[in-house]
């Protein structure tokens, strides 16, 4: 079946430096697509999402690209902070369908 | 705290029993999902209301499962004759509703870890 994916489970940086987390997905129906964090022992938490029909839109400190021609979606954190550690997921969405598909994560240490 | 509440937050109970969790959403979210998450792996889909209908059920909620939303408010989720591999976090979450299955930012709450032995 289609599934979101991640390509790398694990992912270590320093403090201060940018962090890029990816995202392959496999259905190009899908129309939106979203970032989660989650923090040990709470739910995934909203960061940032983009329309299929965009290809980046920057948050605060983050910024989500998504290139369609090869179904990648990238997270990019600036100046990452102890506090950005966490697992982030990607999920996407399909038109008419209220649900997410989430991949599996990518557990990102910030080492100070 | 006006975020998504779920009670309880965690369940240890016998292979064959039933437990029932509780799930508060955003008091003016329409819409309501249930997810079970297992260690190290993204949440799943399992079902989602709109008000008080059920608009959709993921293969992976079987007959032992069953979600209501009387008043389209609170939802809970039941499952019968627990077995071990029920064992998971199971996630609620609310989001305003749009046009049918548009998609809306969602809001997830704590979770019920649940351990069936």
């Known amino acids: 079946g289609e599934s979101v994916g991640l390509h790398l489970p694990t992912l270590s940086v320093q403090e201060g430096d940018n962090s890029i987390i990816n995202c392959a997905y496999s259905?190009?129906?899908?129309?939106?697509f979203i970032w989660y964090k989650q923090e040990s022992g709470k739910g995934p938490q909203f960061i940032i999402d983009?329309?299929?029909?965009?290809d980046k839109r920057q948050g605060q400190r983050v910024t989500v690209l998504l290139n369609k021609t090869v179904k990648h979606l990238s997270l990019q954190i600036a100046a990452t902070q102890p506090g950005d550690s966490a697992v982030y997921f990607c999920?996407?969405?399909?038109?008419?369908?209220?649900?997410?598909?989430f991949g599996d994560g990518t557990t990102l240490t910030v080492k100070p | 705290d006006t975020g998504v509440s779920q009670n309880p937050r965690h369940k240890i109970t016998k292979r064959g029993q039933n437990v029932t969790f509780r799930c508060d959403p955003i008091s003016e979210h329409n819409r309501l999902y249930w997810y079970r998450q297992t260690l190290g792996q993204g949440p799943e889909f399992l079902t989602y209301f709109q008000n008080e209908a059920q608009l959709e059920k993921s293969r992976l909620l079987s007959d032992r499962f069953s979600a209501e939303r009387p008043k389209g408010s609170f939802s809970t989720l039941e499952i019968q004759r627990t077995e071990q591999g029920d064992s998971a976090m199971y996630l609620c979450?609310?989001?305003?509703?749009?046009?049918?299955?548009?998609?809306?930012?969602?809001?997830f709450g704590p979770g019920t870890r649940l351990t069936v032995l």
């Open positions: 259905n190009s129906a899908s129309d939106y």
């Open positions: 999920a996407e969405n399909m038109p008419n369908a209220g649900k997410s598909t």
């Open positions: 979450a609310s989001s305003a509703g749009g046009g049918l299955g548009s998609y809306n930012e969602q809001f």
């Open positions: 983009i329309r299929s029909n965009m």
